[in-house]
């Protein structure tokens, strides 16, 4: 059975570090708000998503500098 304690091994298990990082505080405002629980996977995943484009764009820059240092 699933529940919120399996939570975070899940989110390390599927490779979803920041929403890992993430899970304890927006837990607590969403509770606070009470607001709708797929309100706070949404904000979860757009951390996640948000993440994972700023982590590749960082490697293709750095890739980038290294064949402008090759070809130099």
Not at 53 to 69: G, T, Y
Request: with cysteine.
């Amino acid at each position: 059975m699933v529940n919120s304690a399996t939570l975070p091994l899940l989110l390390k298990q599927l490779g979803l570090p920041m929403m890992y990082k993430a899970l304890q505080s927006k837990g607590r405002r969403s509770s606070e708000k009470n607001g709708a629980y797929t309100d706070y996977l949404s904000a979860l995943s757009h951390l996640e998503v948000s993440s994972r484009r700023q982590k590749r764009i960082q490697r293709h820059l750095k890739e980038v500098e290294l064949n402008l240092c090759c070809i130099n």
